[in-house]
């Protein structure tokens, strides 16, 4: 098994830029409030074990004002008195769609998430925790460089 997850093995963006491009679309189109969003991506690429998402949206998170309490105890949501419920319902539904596979995202779940949100918040939500899980798993499997988007967004 290899251990050298510093080398990128493939560039998408020059050999699948079509459907590459079109799924930055589709990120650029999911309406959720910043903070919510910048949670819900972070919680997914820690089960993921994505370094580059949570580098990148680390960083967003934090030039959206997000504090350090608030990252540095996001792991432990769930004990943590520093989410409110409403987070707590999008980070919830973000664990059980993201291990989809064991939980097949029960109905107590959704029933409290959709307490919290209206049909179309929902909606979105669920395509934005579709999306990083996407970006998760092409990012780990085309291993991307953590801050390797830097200098390119700097460009």
């Not at 792991?75 to 409110?84: G, L, Q, T, V």
Request: glycine residues 2%; hydrophobic residues 45%.
């Amino acid at each position: 098994m290899s251990t050298d997850h510093t080398t990128p093995r493939i560039d998408l963006t020059a050999h699948a830029g079509a459907p590459y491009g079109a799924m930055v679309r589709v990120a650029e189109r999911i309406r959720l409030d910043p903070k919510l969003k910048h949670l819900v991506e972070l919680r997914a690429s820690q089960i993921n074990g994505c370094a580059f998402c949570l580098d990148m949206h680390w960083t967003a998170a934090k030039e959206h004002g997000e504090s350090d309490l608030r990252l540095a105890q996001l792991a432990a949501w769930d004990e943590s008195p520093a989410f409110d419920e409403r987070e707590r319902a999008a980070l919830r539904l973000t664990e059980s769609m993201t291990r989809v596979a064991e939980t097949h995202v029960p109905d107590d779940v959704w029933d409290e998430a959709r307490r919290h949100f209206d049909e179309d918040e929902l909606a979105h939500l669920v395509v934005q925790i579709a999306a990083i899980n996407f970006w998760n798993r092409t990012a780990i499997a085309s291993r991307a460089v953590p801050a390797s988007y830097l200098p390119a967004a700097a460009a």
